[in-house]
């Protein structure tokens, strides 16, 4: 396993978000697209030192909307997730601030984090099947709420 700082750490930006909707992308057997807000949008101000909130708000009705981080996330679960739309609604961990990426021609701006693993045989010994598992809140929270 390769060692890093706390300071290396620290730049990891993950968020819990909740997924949208999710669907296998086409000719690609691995591949699910995800859809996950992120929560309300966020910009760094110019001094590069702290990041606000915007309250990005128009009026719908009376009510207020606020602009909100979706974020489409390309995830290679398909093998575990025969039915993509078991994810709708999970609320999971996401990092958020990687640079975006095209695969099999879709953006993927950012990565969940899953459990993986391999389950033990009967002897105890990790031989079994292979598992993935999504890990989050044990309540539901807030889409945004950072990971300390």
């Not at 909707?21 to 590069?48: C, F, H, N, R, Y």
């Not at 990092?95 to 953006?107: K, Q, W």
């Amino acid at each position: 396993m390769t060692e890093i700082t706390f300071d290396e750490f620290k730049k990891a930006e993950i968020k819990i978000g909740t997924i949208l909707s999710a669907e296998k992308v086409p000719d690609a057997d691995k591949l699910i697209k995800l859809m996950i807000d992120l929560g309300p949008k966020k910009v760094a101000l110019v001094d590069e030192e702290d990041t606000v909130s915007l309250e990005q708000e128009e009026t719908i009705e009376g009510e207020k909307k606020e602009e909100r981080d979706i974020r489409q996330v390309l995830s290679g679960i398909a093998m575990y997730y025969p039915d993509p739309s078991l994810l709708v609604g999970k609320q999971v961990p996401v990092l958020a601030n990687l640079p975006t990426r095209t695969i099999r021609g879709f953006e993927s701006q950012g990565m969940v984090l899953y459990a993986v693993g391999l389950e033990p045989s009967e002897d105890g010994s990790p031989e079994g099947e292979g598992f993935l598992t999504t890990v989050g809140p044990s309540i539901e929270i807030p889409a945004g709420t950072p990971v300390q």
